[in-house]
Nanobody
Framework: QVQLVESGGGLVQAGGSLRLSCTAS????????MGWFRQAPGKEREFVAA????????YYADSVKGRFTLSRDNTKNTVYLQMSSLKPQDTDVYYC?????????????????WGQGTQVTVSS
């Protein structure tokens, strides 16, 4: 089992920045790719970004490319989502997730473990 805890969400003005963190505990000796998704009420959870276990490969949704940067520090079992130039449409609950296959990273079905989510609100 792996437990994931997100932090760093909050309220920010449009154009501002936030950094989300996701720390894993439990069976962290296994190699997991990590992803971030977001979800608004009544909508499907959508892919935001993912990073391979080594950190050597990153993937982004077109809507955040160039504004968000995903990185990881395996010595701390933590991934970081740096969000810049935030827009009101980035307002959502953000979830991190762990994927042991290392593939299918844009699909929610490929992930084995999920955090509880952290709210990001961007005001106009």
């Amino acid at each position: 089992q792996v437990q994931l805890v997100e932090s760093g969400g909050g309220l920010v003005q449009a154009g501002g920045s936030l950094r989300l963190s996701c720390t894993a505990s439990g069976r962290t000796s296994s190699h997991y790719a990590m992803g971030w998704f977001r979800q608004a009420p009544g909508k499907e959870r959508e892919f935001v970004a993912a990073v391979s276990w080594s950190g050597g490969s990153t993937y982004y949704a077109d809507s955040v490319k160039g504004r968000f940067t995903l990185s990881r520090d395996n010595t701390k079992n933590t991934v970081y989502l740096q969000m810049s130039s935030l827009k009101p449409q980035d307002t959502d609950v953000y979830y991190c997730a762990a994927n042991h296959l290392g593939s299918g990273l844009q699909s929610t079905y490929a992930y084995d473990y999920w955090g509880q989510g952290t709210q990001v609100t961007v005001s106009s």
